[in-house]
């Protein structure tokens, strides 16, 4: 079986972030995705996808998905425009990830209400994390009105409340 092409285009690292993410919601070490599929898929390999270092073909993007039990297009990112975002110097790639765990631990009425926001775009977009949940811009604009604050302090009021999430270090 030949090996992919390398690539480090900004779609290629997105295509990355989207399989290291869905990797990680059906907790898996690279390495238990190489022995679980017989060496189908190698770590270092998977990894270099995951990086976007390498471009994964469709027919291996299929057997991934059907390793993972998802559908094709939920191993695709989910906004086409985010390519242009994310580059550096891009207006509005500032992207708020909010600790939905910890949120659920918030008695305040207006905390069940953004709760219950970020579940169903969590159910839109077909998330399995279920803990943290990165909101667009258009969703920072709802979020400002449960919160009762402008729209460029949501960051801030949700820092402020402890409820942006910070990855753990490894």
């Given at each position: 079986m030949?090996d992919?092409?390398?690539?480090?285009?900004?779609y290629?690292?997105?295509v990355?972030?989207r399989?290291?993410?869905?990797?990680r919601?059906?907790?898996?070490?690279l390495?238990e995705?190489?022995?679980?599929?017989d060496?189908?898929?190698?770590?270092?390999?998977?990894?270099?996808?995951?990086r976007?270092?390498?471009v994964?073909s469709?027919?291996?993007l299929?057997r991934l998905?059907?390793?993972?039990?998802?559908?094709i297009?939920?191993?695709?990112p989910?906004?086409?425009?985010?390519?242009?975002?994310?580059?550096?110097?891009?207006s509005?790639?500032?992207?708020?990830?909010?600790?939905?765990?910890?949120?659920?631990t918030?008695?305040?009425?207006?905390?069940r209400?953004?709760e219950?926001?970020?579940?169903?775009?969590?159910v839109?977009?077909?998330?399995?994390?279920g803990k943290?949940?990165t909101?667009?811009a258009?969703?920072?604009?709802?979020i400002?009105?449960?919160l009762?604050v402008?729209v460029?302090?949501?960051?801030?009021q949700?820092?402020?409340l402890?409820?942006?999430?910070?990855?753990p270090?490894?």
């Amino acid at each position: 079986m030949a090996d992919d092409g390398f690539d480090e285009s900004p779609y290629s690292r997105l295509v990355g972030e989207r399989l290291r993410a869905i990797r990680r919601q059906k907790k898996l070490s690279l390495n238990e995705v190489e022995a679980q599929t017989d060496d189908e898929f190698r770590a270092s390999v998977l990894g270099a996808y995951e990086r976007g270092e390498r471009v994964i073909s469709v027919p291996r993007l299929e057997r991934l998905a059907r390793f993972y039990g998802v559908s094709i297009d939920q191993l695709l990112p989910r906004d086409p425009m985010a390519v242009e975002r994310n580059q550096p110097g891009a207006s509005g790639s500032t992207k708020i990830r909010i600790d939905v765990a910890k949120l659920s631990t918030y008695p305040e009425e207006r905390f069940r209400m953004l709760e219950r926001f970020l579940r169903m775009i969590q159910v839109q977009r077909q998330d399995f994390n279920g803990k943290v949940i990165t909101v667009r811009a258009h969703d920072t604009r709802a979020i400002a009105v449960m919160l009762d604050v402008p729209v460029d302090e949501v960051a801030t009021q949700l820092s402020q409340l402890g409820l942006i999430f910070v990855p753990p270090t490894t």
